[in-house]
């Protein structure tokens, strides 16, 4: 909606990533794991970053840039939702939830 992108919007994201995290289990370090700020970063540059049309875009530019910037991910699940969407009826948010994997997705 054009007033939307006047105004700004509000996002609720969400994010999962799977790697094998045996080696930070033992070790009790960062470094053998992704640090959640990394995460958030990403979250944060896109979704304050160039306007998209679709929740969809957002949710995969998420992905796709995790993947791309931490092997250790082998999968990755990102969720994106507006809160107080202009819809009749008992609604809190609407949103798109997205499942990338490496080995599908690692041309990206």
Known sequence: MPEERKLG?????????WMDLQAAGRSDCLSDTISYTDIYRIVKEIVEGPPQNLLESVAQLIAST???????????????GKPHV????????????ILRYRS???QI
């Open 9 to 17: 919007q509000k996002f609720l994201v969400d994010v999962d990533a």
């Open 66 to 80: 995790s993947l791309t910037k931490h092997s250790r991910i082998s999968a990755i699940r990102v969720k994106v």
């Open 104 to 106: 599908v997705d690692a």
């Open 86 to 97: 202009a819809v009749q009826g008992p609604v809190d948010y609407l949103g798109v939830e």
